[in-house]
């Protein structure tokens, strides 16, 4: 760009700012009042336009395999990098009602990425690398190995989600069971009661700060977002030093939301 072109677009990148924020106040208003099927279709948007960009590199990077297959391979180990850093964009808002499918989309599109790095990576080094003719069968039997290694990293991938769902369900099940002994129990047990209650949310807090498909901290999808997390935390507080109150119901038809997501990924034998 010649500098008369750069001092022409600079008084527009300022106005950029303005003009964003202005349109979202424009707009606010507009989706405040549509209904909740509007707000779960528009929050849903970044993860389908995440998904179109995993699939578009992937076709590129198969059109491209038979010309430059270095490339090809950059280009999906690029893919599997990318994905570990970002991660998809996973909406936070209806957090217990796309529980059930954030249990299915997080493990599929770390799946997807992982056999897209591995492919790029195992293109990367056969074809880049001078392999003399001898060693061909050894670079085939590697490669092989490889394709074990990743069928059971991928495997290992889908049962921790399954462990994950029935821990959820066992745990919000306990959680459930204790709050109602306590708002129906005799006031003279109650403070063993609570102490129940206690440790069962202490054991369903550590399952919820879990991530679903990997267990890496930084990096994974997350349960429920952490704001949501701390608002049941709350509504279950409340629910033992209250027993009876209103958050108890609020609560358990929290929990009942839980478990109704993890519904098809128990497994106790995973």
Same mark, same amino acid.
């Given at each position: #760009? ?10 527009? %990148? ?7 924020? &202005? ?10 009042? /549509? ?50 850093? %970002? ?12 529980? @059930? ?5 997080? @493990?599929?599109?770390?799946?997807? %990425? #992982? ?18 003719? /001898? ?37 919000? +099940? ?24 206690? =440790?069962?949310? =202490? ?5 919820? /700060?879990? +991530?679903?498909?990997? &267990? ?9 977002? @952490?704001?949501?997390?701390? %608002? ?6 409340? @629910? ?16 009942? #939301? ?13």
């Amino acid at each position: #760009m010649t500098a008369a072109g750069f001092s022409a677009a600079y008084p527009l %990148s300022l106005l950029s700012g303005p003009l964003v924020g &202005g349109a979202y106040w424009v707009v606010k208003p507009w989706f405040v009042m /549509r209904s909740e099927r509007w707000h779960r279709v528009i929050t849903f948007v970044p993860m389908v336009v995440y998904l179109l960009l995993l699939g578009g590199i992937t076709i590129l990077a198969a059109v491209e395999l038979p010309g430059d297959p270095v490339a090809a391979g950059l280009a999906l180990a690029g893919l599997w990098v990318f994905h570990v850093l %970002s991660g998809a964009p996973e909406p936070t808002s209806f957090a217990f009602e796309r529980l @059930a499918g954030r249990l299915t989309w997080a @493990a599929a599109f770390h799946v997807f %990425s #992982m056999v897209c790095g591995t492919v790029g990576l195992v293109l990367c080094v056969i074809r880049s690398l001078p392999v003399p003719e /001898r060693f061909e069968p050894v670079v085939v039997g590697v490669s092989l190995g490889v394709v074990v290694g990743l069928g059971t990293a991928l495997l290992k991938v889908f049962v921790r989600v399954r462990k994950l769902g029935t821990q959820l369900a066992r745990n919000a +099940k306990q959680l459930e069971r204790c709050l109602d002994r306590l708002s129906h129990g005799a006031t003279t047990e109650r403070r063993k009661l609570q102490e129940a209650a206690e =440790d069962a949310w =202490d054991a369903l807090d550590l399952t919820l /700060r879990s +991530k679903i498909e990997t &267990g890496f901290h930084l990096s994974g999808t997350f349960v429920i977002p @952490a704001e949501d997390r701390r %608002s049941l935390e709350g509504l279950v507080t409340e @629910a033992i030093a209250n027993p009876g109150a209103p958050p108890y119901r609020d609560a358990v038809a929290q929990l009942d #939301m839980l478990r109704t997501a993890c519904r098809n990924k128990i497994d106790t034998m995973a």
